[in-house]
């Protein structure tokens, strides 16, 4: 019974969440406003779009003064969408995980493009936002090395999604962060002439309730603080969420932010897909239950034995929650279809 009336809240919450008010038929835009783009089979369209294009203060990568600095980190923004005619639900924003970039100018590659097309594909638009994901959260740059600061975490993910100045552990100027990128990149479009179908920024600033939120790694991290704080719609994580704890007042199991007062305001809203042979698994299940998530219902784990993607690649288990096609059923409910994980 309450399985059931976790996917009927759920269903009930989402009918209002991402929907189109508009009977028009939907109009990609033309990929000439992006810096560069690809037209997959089915007519959807992947567009990437230089940060420093839309704001000359963003960078477009993390410096230049080792190759890392240049190859890791940031890249162009990805835009995705539906072909045209499409019927669209609404639009889902994507945070990529620690190194990762959208775009990367450097081979021409859109991040997790399977995944980009599995969005398309269920009715979403996608708006990927490149950001200040140069350093892990719980490396020893960041929070794994400063135990010391009191709410660590969260001072770095709000830092990283609004440029605020709240910690001397990151420098996130505002125009590096995920929603002034977000904001910048919404009006840029709608400038262009294309109408989201649903509303994305407002007089208030990004319209949360309005949209779907996900990421993978340190993006599904970021999701989940703008499920807690900003009210996000609905959000989906995929290999994540754990945080480090600090020493302040004294050392706890994890990240303060997590498990403070406001609680992540209703569980019937997050979903999360992981690996069982992620070597960060039995942390992210920890994290789970703190916030309240019951397996089988709002989080899914699998088993991801090592697999070569088109490239040739090997991708790990904690790529795989991400990028691999086989597990794009868990994905799928996960991320778009918003049910519980039953059957699957």
Same mark, same amino acid.
């Given at each position: 019974?309450?399985?059931?009336?976790?996917?009927?809240?759920?269903?009930?919450?989402?009918?209002?969440?991402?929907?189109?008010?508009?009977? =028009?038929? &939907?109009? !990609?835009?033309?990929?000439?406003?992006? %810096?560069?783009?690809?037209?997959? %089979?089915?007519?959807?369209?992947?567009?990437?779009? #230089?940060?420093?294009?839309?704001?000359?203060?963003?960078? *477009?990568?993390?410096?230049?003064?080792?190759?890392?600095?240049? #190859?890791?980190?940031?890249?162009?923004?990805?835009?995705?969408?539906?072909?045209?005619?499409?019927?669209?639900?609404?639009?889902?924003?994507?945070?990529?995980?620690?190194?990762?970039?959208? @775009?990367?100018?450097?081979?021409?590659?859109?991040?997790?493009?399977?995944?980009?097309?599995?969005?398309?594909?269920?009715?979403?638009?996608?708006?990927?936002?490149?950001?200040?994901?140069?350093?892990?959260?719980?490396?020893?740059?960041?929070?794994?090395?400063? !135990?010391?600061?009191?709410?660590?975490?969260?001072?770095?993910?709000?830092?990283?999604?609004?440029?605020? %100045?709240?910690?001397?552990? /990151? =420098?996130?100027?505002?125009? *590096?962060?995920?929603?002034? #990128?977000?904001?910048?990149?919404?009006?840029?479009?709608?400038?262009?002439?294309?109408?989201? !179908?649903?509303? /994305? /920024?407002?007089?208030?600033?990004?319209?949360?309730?309005?949209?779907?939120?996900?990421?993978?790694?340190?993006?599904?991290?970021?999701?989940? @603080?703008?499920s807690k704080y900003f009210g996000a719609g609905y959000v989906?994580?995929?290999?994540?969420? @754990?945080?480090? !704890?600090?020493?302040?007042?004294?050392?706890? $199991?994890?990240? =303060?932010?997590? $498990?403070?007062?406001?609680?992540?305001?209703?569980?019937?809203?997050?979903?999360?897909?992981?690996?069982? *042979?992620?070597?960060?698994?039995?942390?992210?299940?920890?994290?789970?239950?703190?916030?309240?998530?019951?397996?089988?219902?709002?989080?899914?784990? &699998?088993?991801?034995?090592?697999? +070569?993607?088109?490239?040739?690649?090997?991708?790990?288990? +904690?790529?795989?929650?991400?990028? %691999?096609?086989? &597990?794009?059923?868990?994905?799928?409910?996960?991320?778009?279809?918003?049910?519980? &994980?039953?059957?699957?």
């Open positions: 019974m309450k399985t059931l009336l976790l996917f009927v809240a759920a269903a009930a919450l989402m009918q209002g969440c991402g929907s189109s008010s508009s009977a =028009d038929a &939907f109009h !990609p835009p033309s990929a000439a406003l992006c %810096d560069a783009s690809k037209t997959l %089979d089915d007519g959807t369209l992947l567009c990437a779009v #230089r940060p420093s294009r839309l704001d000359p203060a963003a960078r *477009d990568e993390f410096g230049t003064a080792t190759l890392l600095d240049q #190859r890791l980190g940031f890249g162009y923004h990805s835009a995705v969408f539906p072909p045209e005619g499409s019927s669209v639900k609404g639009v889902y924003v994507h945070m990529v995980g620690t190194f990762g970039r959208p @775009y990367n100018q450097e081979n021409g590659a859109f991040a997790s493009e399977t995944f980009m097309h599995e969005a398309a594909q269920n009715g979403f638009v996608v708006l990927n936002v490149a950001y200040h994901n140069r350093y892990l959260v719980n490396g020893t740059t960041e929070c794994g090395g400063h !135990p010391e600061v009191d709410n660590c975490a969260g001072k770095v993910r709000r830092e990283k999604l609004t440029g605020e %100045d709240l910690s001397a552990v /990151v =420098d996130v100027p505002e125009a *590096d962060a995920v929603i002034p #990128r977000l904001q910048k990149l919404v009006a840029y479009f709608e400038a262009n002439g294309f109408h989201f !179908p649903v509303k /994305v /920024v407002g007089a208030g600033g990004v319209a949360w309730a309005n949209l779907y939120a996900g990421g993978h790694s340190q993006g599904a991290g970021q999701a989940l @603080y703008l989906c994580m995929l290999a994540g969420i @754990y945080d480090v !704890p600090d020493d302040v007042p004294v050392t706890g $199991t994890v990240a =303060d932010w997590i $498990t403070e007062t406001p609680p992540v305001p209703d569980p019937a809203r997050i979903r999360a897909v992981t690996a069982t *042979d992620d070597p960060s698994y039995s942390d992210f299940v920890y994290a789970y239950a703190q916030i309240g998530l019951t397996e089988g219902v709002q989080w899914k784990s &699998f088993y991801a034995a090592t697999y +070569h993607d088109a490239e040739g690649t090997a991708i790990g288990a +904690h790529e795989a929650a991400v990028d %691999d096609p086989a &597990f794009a059923p868990l994905r799928q409910r996960a991320c778009f279809e918003t049910g519980s &994980f039953e059957g699957l």
